[in-house]
């Protein structure tokens, strides 16, 4: 039998309220990513048909927000223009959708949950037109909940505000996510009526109908409840963050890295970390970035977007920031790779360093409070304290260029666009503006004088 095309809906068109936000509610963020962007990833990874957001409060902004995701032609935006319920929600995407297709039926606001958990959804058609994901948690208050006859057999959802004293017992909640086979959710979808305590039409009200009709219903659960959690309000926001965090935290140590404490390290997208690595406390990493094996990353370090090779040391409170690190690098503490930043094998950046646009050759070092912007640093020079390129007139950038084994001492200023060729020395406090070539000492600073006789000012009375 050929597969049946897979169509997903997300429903993504209500208020939120209860966020009390002006941003719409699938807008807010889970680990740096919006709440609809991590069911839109979720969903892709089963290669569906296409995509079908149903969308309402703030759909400008939402259109907006997936303008140059990697995969926007697969979305097919379906306006729902007044929020009459779910089950109308879903009744907007029908009509693009083919007859002889599965649906997934999905909420924005249920960001966790995995692609296998889906699959496993749609694999449940091959023997019922209805599936739905379901889970037994201690508090189900606010949830539709599952009722079953006595052979088990599902017969419906009824929801939190529709449920009798009895009903509000049952702790087999919806976890909102349901497939079925596109033809007969059509012939349910236009069955359902808003006779309720909400007054709306519910998607839910489709599996008492299946059921009525003799159909099989098909309940399954995903791994864990986590999965499944739905986010309505702020506080909802915060533990599935939470969640997030801690199942990164678990996933790294589970591959070999030691982590300090899982509750405070936040990885944020895709990160990838060999093991052997150690990360201290306050950890911020936002991917994609790779960090090698045998790295250890102190306490309050935020990096993004960042590569780190084998045996790289990152001190207390740096900042990295699109940058790569070459093996047995030394950084911080304190120091502020900014994008661009080259570090080649063993180079050392010390306090309060800030670098940018700048590669720096094996065994290089800049230790302390400078700045190095703009710039090309040969292998096994020295940076003394203080030292500023001078990489901006105002206007323009303009580039350093420094050869290796020079000694660039304290305090001086290189005015870009300059060279400093190959074994140069640069006299501490000079003012270096023109080229320096190799293997030459480079003083600019006035000659010390000695004034005889003088007396400090003092105090007017
Ligand atoms: C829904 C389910 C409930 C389930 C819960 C799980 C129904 C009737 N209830 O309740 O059984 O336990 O999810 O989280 O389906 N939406 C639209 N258009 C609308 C209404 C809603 O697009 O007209 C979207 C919302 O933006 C949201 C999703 O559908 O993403 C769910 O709506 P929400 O109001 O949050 O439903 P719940 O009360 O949570
Ligand atoms: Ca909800």
Redesign the pocket.
Known sequence: MAQKPLHIVI????K?SRMRSNLP??LHQVAGKSLLGHVIDSSLELKPSQIHV?I?HGKDQVIEAFESHASVDRFNWVE?TE????G??VSQALPAIPENANVLML????PLIKATTLRAMVEAMNSSPLALLTAIVDDPFG??RITRDDTNAVTG?V?QKDASVEQQRIQE????IICAHRDQLGDWLEQIDNNNAQK?F???DVVSLAYQAGNPIAALHPQENSEVN?I?SRVQLAEVECLYRYAQAVRLMESGVTVLDPHRLDIRGDVEIAQDTIIDVNVVIQGPTKIGSGVYIAPNCVITESVLADNVTVHPNTVIEHSELGSGVNVGPFARLRPGTKLAQDVKIGNFVETKNAQLDEGAKVNHLSYVGDATVGSNTNIGAGVITCNYDGANKHKTTIGKDVFVGSDSQLVAPVEIKDGATIGAGSTITATVEANKLAISRGKQRQIDGWKRPTKAR
């Open positions: 429903l993504a068109a209500g939120g509610k699938v149903v309402g729902q929020q009459l319920g779910t109308h929600a909420t924005a606001d249920v949830l539709g959802i929801e909640i919806n976890s909102g709306e519910y998607l839910t739905g309505n």
